[in-house]
């Protein structure tokens, strides 16, 4: 008798807990090596910047392993550190006696990572994107930190873009959440292209974070699938002007437990 009674308070407490939304806190931030506008090395600073919003997810470009110019420091393991959040690495190319390339901050517990090479010409610099895949509500959520190519040719962006969808395509099971320094401004091809496996976070919001003193150029994106569930609760750009020359991205996601 008393175990008939327990059963319907146990069904109503595990339908009240699979109802209830799911926040993702995410953050995009360049952070120019950890080198400010006014020539300084601080990873404090940039460390400061993401714990000032509490994130769960932070991509990272622009991140140097080990190398003279860092004086030897792991970034990415610094960083999270100085945030509390587990880090991911990966290196796009060697620089200095180290690398140079993208990470992940994450204070999800993470089932797999991994990196995925993107084409570029010779004579430009080598690109990867950076994915963790971590469990929201029970459900695989992969989060991927990349930064395209930055020269005027825009064709490298577009094959990187191509390569990007390729690899995680609309179609594909599974959430995919896609950050960082595109350096592809809104209406450019390679947009173009995301934008028809991927929607908008910042669509209707203020988004320009280059240059951090006085931005006029929108090239930093959180891209996300609502089809899985996801809407956009907040959306807009960290004030901290001296820590990099890209302002951060913030973005909040949040999705029902039941869908």
Aim: glycine content about 8%; aromatic content about 6%.
């Amino acid at each position: 008798m008393a175990v008939s009674k327990l059963l319907p308070i146990a069904l109503l407490l595990f339908t009240a807990c699979a109802s209830e939304p799911q926040q993702l806190r995410i953050v995009s931030y360049n952070i120019h090596h950890g080198e400010g506008t006014d020539s300084v090395f601080d990873l404090e600073r940039i460390a400061s910047v993401i714990r000032s919003v509490e994130p769960d997810l932070v991509a990272l470009q622009e991140v140097d392993r080990a190398t003279q110019r860092s004086s030897g420091v792991d970034q990415a393991a610094e960083l999270g550190r100085l945030t509390g959040l587990t880090a991911t690495y990966g290196m796009a190319m060697p620089y200095q006696g180290g690398g140079y390339g993208d990470a992940v901050l994450s204070r999800h517990p993470q089932i797999a990572s991994g990196a995925l090479p993107l084409a570029a010409s010779l004579d430009h610099e080598p690109r990867i994107a950076t994915w963790v895949t971590i469990e929201v509500g029970g459900r695989p959520v992969t989060f991927v930190s990349t930064h395209l190519d930055h020269t005027k040719d825009p064709q490298d962006r577009v094959s990187q873009a191509r390569a990007l969808v390729a690899h995680w395509p609309r179609e594909a099971m599974g959430d995919v959440i896609l950050v960082g320094d595109l350096n592809a401004k809104p209406g450019s091809e390679p947009m173009r292209i995301l934008l028809e496996h991927f929607d908008d976070a910042s669509a209707g919001s203020p988004a320009h974070t280059y240059p951090s003193e006085g931005p006029v150029r929108r090239i930093d994106w959180v891209l996300f699938r609502p089809e899985r569930g996801w809407r956009v609760v907040e959306s807009g750009v960290l004030d901290e002007t001296v820590a990099s020359d890209h302002r951060a991205l913030f973005v909040v996601l949040e999705r029902m437990g039941g869908r």
